[in-house]
């Protein structure tokens, strides 16, 4: 299983962009069966959960992107997305999709750097 980032870029506070992320060589009931997940990584700074997206399709959000950022997903495309609307500079980072079940498998993708001016 790879997951496949994309998406990121650079772009001026208040701009938008939407992150996707592909989980290739999995099958279709792993990946419904799994947490979704977005971290994302400031430089100097520790990793930490952005959004998930949980098996039973309940999302949460870490506060500072509450009413900003929406992680969704397909099934059939086995992609899991970010929109990140509203963005700001404290929003630069690398940014991780993770898809996750619990004392099975944990994958993480490659990351992709946003960047946020001001």
């Known amino acids: 299983v790879q997951l496949q980032a994309s998406g990121g870029g650079s772009v001026r506070a208040g701009g938008s962009l939407k992150l996707s992320c592909v989980a290739s060589g999995m099958i279709w009931s792993s990946f419904t069966g799994s947490r979704l997940a977005w971290y994302r990584q400031a430089q100097g700074k520790k990793r930490e959960l952005v959004a998930e997206?949980?098996?039973?399709?309940?999302?949460n959000y870490q506060d500072s992107v509450k009413g900003r950022f929406t992680i969704s997903k397909n099934n059939s495309r086995k992609t899991v997305y970010l929109q990140m609307n509203s963005l700001e500079p404290e929003d630069t980072a690398v940014y991780y999709c993770?898809?996750?079940?619990?004392?099975?498998?944990?994958?993480w993708g490659q990351g992709t750097q946003v960047t946020v001016s001001s």
């Open positions: 997206l949980t098996t039973g399709d309940s999302s």
């Open positions: 993770n898809v996750e079940r619990m004392g099975s498998w944990d994958y």
